[in-house]
């Protein structure tokens, strides 16, 4: 099945790169191009894509209230967002993975390992660094005053689905935790599963931020 992707970037020449590179892969294919939010918004209404590759600094509408109404956009369930940062740890990625983003990269990523994200992200998968994982944790929890949400929420998780989220937050894959708990990768994936269900996650980033958000997870932790 071929993946259709949008592409989102103020800079053209960032665009045109992108749409050559996504185009040399036969799996996949550009349905459009747009220079800012608001574009965005419209052409993924327009031609309903798998991905979109989204830049957060755009003029007008930003990447981050186009990938919030994209997620909020019952008729775009499907849509992924896939965002696209200069720097690993951008000021907006931890809002961007809140907003709903299925996970991001940062713009010199080798092209092989943008084409296998792009596949990732479509196939319903997040996509998170470990290492930037980490860090945005502890960005987020050295603010002043983090929004933290009531811990209340977690309570619907047993205490090996509570436990297979913090490792989730700790920005390991299924295999990993598999390794880590002593079950198989099956096991440790049905585990991640129903905690998404019971948490009303669409993917492993949202897990990621109810992780945070809740309280699960500190800087020092995981």
């Given at each position: 099945?071929?993946?259709?992707?949008?592409?989102?970037d103020?800079?053209?020449?960032v665009?045109?790169?992108f749409?050559?590179?996504?185009?040399?892969d036969?799996?996949?294919?550009?349905?459009?191009?747009?220079?800012?939010g608001t574009?965005a918004?419209?052409?993924?209404?327009?031609?309903?894509?798998?991905?979109?590759l989204m830049d957060?600094?755009?003029p007008g509408?930003?990447?981050l209230?186009?990938?919030?109404?994209?997620v909020r956009?019952?008729?775009?369930?499907?849509?992924?967002?896939?965002?696209?940062?200069?720097?690993?740890?951008d000021?907006?990625?931890?809002?961007a993975?809140?907003?709903g983003?299925?996970?991001?990269?940062?713009?010199d990523?080798?092209p092989?390992d943008?084409?296998?994200?792009?596949?990732?992200?479509?196939?319903g998968?997040?996509?998170l660094?470990p290492g930037?994982?980490?860090a945005?944790?502890?960005?987020?929890?050295?603010?002043?005053?983090?929004?933290?949400?009531a811990?209340?929420?977690?309570?619907?998780l047993?205490?090996?689905?509570?436990?297979v989220?913090?490792?989730?937050a700790?920005?390991?894959?299924?295999?990993?935790?598999?390794?880590?708990?002593?079950?198989?990768?099956?096991?440790a994936?049905t585990?991640?599963?129903?905690?998404?269900v019971?948490?009303g996650?669409?993917d492993r980033?949202q897990?990621v931020?109810i992780?945070?958000?809740?309280?699960?997870?500190r800087?020092?932790?995981?």
């Open positions: 099945m071929t993946v259709r992707v949008l592409i989102a103020d800079q053209l020449l665009r045109s790169g749409k050559v590179l996504v185009g040399s036969p799996e996949l294919v550009v349905v459009g191009e747009a220079a800012n574009e918004l419209a052409l993924a209404r327009e031609t309903t894509p798998d991905v979109v957060i600094r755009m509408m930003d990447g209230e186009a990938t919030r109404r994209i956009d019952d008729d775009l369930a499907g849509v992924r967002v896939l965002v696209l940062t200069t720097f690993e740890v000021e907006y990625v931890f809002e993975l809140r907003a983003a299925s996970g991001f990269l940062v713009k990523t080798d092989e943008l084409l296998k994200a792009i596949k990732t992200v479509a196939s998968d997040a996509l660094s930037a994982t980490r945005l944790v502890a960005r987020f929890l050295s603010q002043p005053e983090p929004k933290v949400a811990p209340d929420r977690l309570e619907a047993t205490d090996r689905e509570r436990e989220l913090s490792l989730v700790a920005g390991m894959s299924n295999d990993e935790i598999a390794e880590h708990l002593f079950v198989s990768p099956l096991t994936k585990h991640v599963s129903r905690a998404m019971k948490l996650a669409r980033a897990l931020v992780a945070y958000e809740s309280g699960m997870v800087p020092g932790r995981g």
